[in-house]
């Protein structure tokens, strides 16, 4: 079986953004390390929206500097080490504002890249894409949506037209999501497998010009909720999350799934990696041949990075873990 580890590389879009160091150096250093030790490969989906920003605002803040040598150079070692570096797009940097006190995102109206115009929405994709490739030196065909909003696709084909993007993994299999900033409706989708599509990204079409690589999903319980919440709090040096910022809210509240449980992806977020083998086992007595992990560097704890390089180090033998450039 295939398994892909990807992780959106990012800071966090709620009132607190985060520090560079706390939200992405740091906990993707130990990434790395673990990487190299169980030699494997990550895809991270780089949301260069942010460092566009950082550049934009260096001139006026010359302490970001610092934030922007320290994410190339962990870029640039990403490379050297062989994982892919492929475009996250966060549009909301356009309208990002930055003061003393941090990073102010404007989220509203501008969190996905449908708010914005078509002409709009081509330069951004064009200023994305360069400076990213302008930085690794390879060109990226692998996308995924910030905030998974990928729909209408309708307003993303033109732009993978234009930009000749091949692969997209911003599908969530069975997961809704509609709130001021997201827009997600996947539950007609019900395989975690790959599918050509051309032009929906939830419908398969024979030979479509495009394919998905979906976000592997599956149902938590509330107990498992329950749990992540009352190990959170008796276990902080464990399960406290290495990033320093506030997320912006997510529909589907707290009560919700302390009392429903709900679908989710599957990821090796904090307490979710504690589910990472049973997940993977339970797709392989399917009959499943690929999973799309899903993590943030962010939102790792001691606890989930320990995860990683347990599930990793054992399945060497009988899991092919790839990047989705290898997919190409
Ligand atoms: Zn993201």
Redesign the pocket.
């Known amino acids: 079986m295939n398994v892909f580890l990807t992780m ?1 590389y ?1 800071v966090f879009f709620g009132e607190k953004s985060g520090s560079v160091d706390k939200c992405m150096i740091e906990p993707t250093d130990q990434l790395l390390k673990i990487a190299k030790a169980n030699n494997f490969h990550f895809t991270f ?1 780089w ?1 260069i929206g942010h460092l566009l920003a950082l550049e934009a605002k260096v001139s006026a803040f010359p302490e970001l500097s610092k934030d922007i040598e320290a994410i190339i150079a962990q870029v640039k070692e990403m490379i050297a080490y062989g994982h892919a570096v492929d475009l ?1 797009i ?1 549009p909301h940097w356009e309208k990002a504002e930055y003061t003393n006190t941090g990073w102010q995102m404007n989220l509203d109206q501008h969190y996905k890249l449908s708010d914005f115009p078509q002409e709009e929405r081509l330069a951004i994709f064009a200023k994305y894409k360069n400076r990213l490739e302008e930085i690794t030196g390879i060109q990226t065909q692998v996308f ?1 949506a ?2 998974w909003c990928i729909q209408p696709f309708a307003d993303f084909k033109a732009l993978f037209e234009e930009f000749e993007m091949k692969i997209d993994s911003s599908v969530m299999p069975g997961v809704m999501w509609v709130s001021p900033q997201y827009n997600i409706d996947f539950l007609s989708v019900k395989t975690s497998e790959p599918y050509t599509f051309s032009h929906d990204v939830c419908k398969l079409e024979e030979s479509g010009e495009y394919t998905e690589y979906p976000i592997a999903c599956r149902k938590y319980s509330p107990l498992f909720f329950w749990k992540l919440y009352v190990l959170g709090r008796l276990f902080p040096e464990q399960h406290k999350m290495w990033g320093d910022g506030n997320f912006i809210a997510q529909p589907g509240g707290k009560k919700e799934m302390l009392t429903k449980g709900k679908i989710h992806h599957v990821s090796t977020d904090g307490y979710f990696a504690s589910v990472l083998q049973s997940s993977y086992s339970a797709y392989a007595k399917n009959g499943g041949e690929n999973m799309v992990v899903i993590g ?1 560097p962010k939102s790792l704890t001691k606890f989930s990075l320990k995860e990683i390089d347990r599930f990793t180090a054992r399945n060497k033998e009988n899991i092919r873990f790839m990047t989705l450039k290898d997919c190409l």
């Open positions: 959106d990012e989906f949301d996250h966060h995924r910030g905030g943030h």
